[in-house]
T-cell receptor, first 113, second 114 residues
Framework: QKEVEQDPGPLSVPEGAIVSLNCTYS??????FMWYRQYSRKGPELLMY????GNKEDGRFTAQVDKSSKYISLFIRDSQPSDSATYLC?????????????FGEGTQLTVNP | GAVVSQHPSWVICKSGTSVKIECRSL??????MFWYRQFPKQSLMLMAT?????????EQGVEKDKFLINHASLTLSTLTVTSAHPEDSSFYIC??????????FGSGTRLTVV
C-alpha cells in the first residue's frame, strides 16, 4: 500500500467550476502538508502549505486537512484555463530542511474555456 | 522568494557519454538538496538526498556509480549521469531546502539519450 494515495485523473472541468482534489495517507506521522502545481515539462511550484487540521485559504485556493481521517483536499474556485496542470500533494513528518517529501501520484487537471 | 536555477533545461547526448546537470539556489543557502526523476504522467521519484559537504544518500535501487551527486557548496549541487544509456532518458528535477525555507524546485532537465 502506498503511503500517499491520489487519484491521477484525468479531471476535466469547464471554466468557472469548483475543483476538488484529494489525497489520503496512511502514515500518521505526517504532520506537514503541501500542494504543488506542475505545468508540463516544468518543476513543481508550491501552492499551499498547511500544518493544522482545518482550512487555509489563499485567493481562489483552499487547502483542507483532516488529520483524524488522514485526508487532505485542495479546492480551486472559479477555475481558469491557466489552472490546467498536474496537482501533486506532498507531505512530510518533520519541519527540518533535510526531511524528505512523500508525494502523491498527481492529478492531471484540464479546465476547458 | 526562494529561487532555484537548474541547467540545462534540456539535453540530448549520445549513448555512453556523461551529462552534468547543475542546480543552484540563487538567494538562499541550501543545506539539503534532493534529486528526483520523473517519468511521463508519473509522480516524482526521489533518487538521492545530499547535504552540503557530505556524501549523498541514495534511495534503494538507484545506482550511485551511475548517478554521481556533488554538493560542494551551500548554493550548488550537481548530478552527473555517467555512461548514459537510452533507459536513462527522463525528466530530472532538483529541489533545494534551507533554514526557514520550504522546498523550492528547479525547472527540471529533460535528458534524451540517443
Amino acid at each position: 500500500q502506498k503511503e500517499v494515495e491520489q487519484d491521477p485523473g484525468p479531471l476535466s472541468v469547464p471554466e468557472g467550476a469548483i475543483v476538488s482534489l484529494n489525497c489520503t495517507y496512511s502514515n500518521s506521522a505526517f504532520q506537514y502538508f503541501m500542494w504543488y502545481r506542475q505545468y508540463s515539462r516544468k518543476g513543481p511550484e508550491l501552492l499551499m502549505y498547511t500544518y493544522s487540521s482545518g482550512n487555509k485559504e489563499d485567493g481562489r485556493f483552499t487547502a483542507q486537512v483532516d488529520k483524524s481521517s488522514k485526508y487532505i483536499s485542495l479546492f480551486i474556485r472559479d477555475s481558469q484555463p491557466s489552472d490546467s496542470a498536474t496537482y501533486l500533494c506532498a507531505m512530510r513528518t518533520q519541519e527540518t530542511s533535510g526531511s524528505r517529501l512523500t508525494f502523491g501520484e498527481g492529478t492531471q487537471l484540464t479546465v476547458n474555456p | 522568494g526562494a529561487v532555484v536555477s537548474q541547467h540545462p533545461s534540456w539535453v540530448i547526448c549520445k549513448s555512453g557519454t556523461s551529462v552534468k546537470i547543475e542546480c543552484r539556489s540563487l538567494d538562499f543557502q541550501a543545506t539539503t538538496m534532493f534529486w528526483y526523476r520523473q517519468f511521463p504522467k508519473q509522480s516524482l521519484m526521489l533518487m538521492a538526498t545530499s547535504n552540503e559537504g557530505s556524501k549523498a544518500t541514495y534511495e534503494q535501487g538507484v545506482e550511485k556509480d551511475k548517478f554521481l551527486i556533488n554538493h560542494a557548496s551551500l548554493t550548488l549541487s550537481t548530478l552527473t549521469v555517467t555512461s548514459a544509456h537510452p533507459e536513462d532518458s527522463s525528466f530530472y528535477i532538483c529541489s533545494a531546502s534551507g533554514a526557514n525555507y520550504g522546498y523550492t524546485f528547479g525547472s527540471g532537465t529533460r535528458l534524451t539519450v540517443v
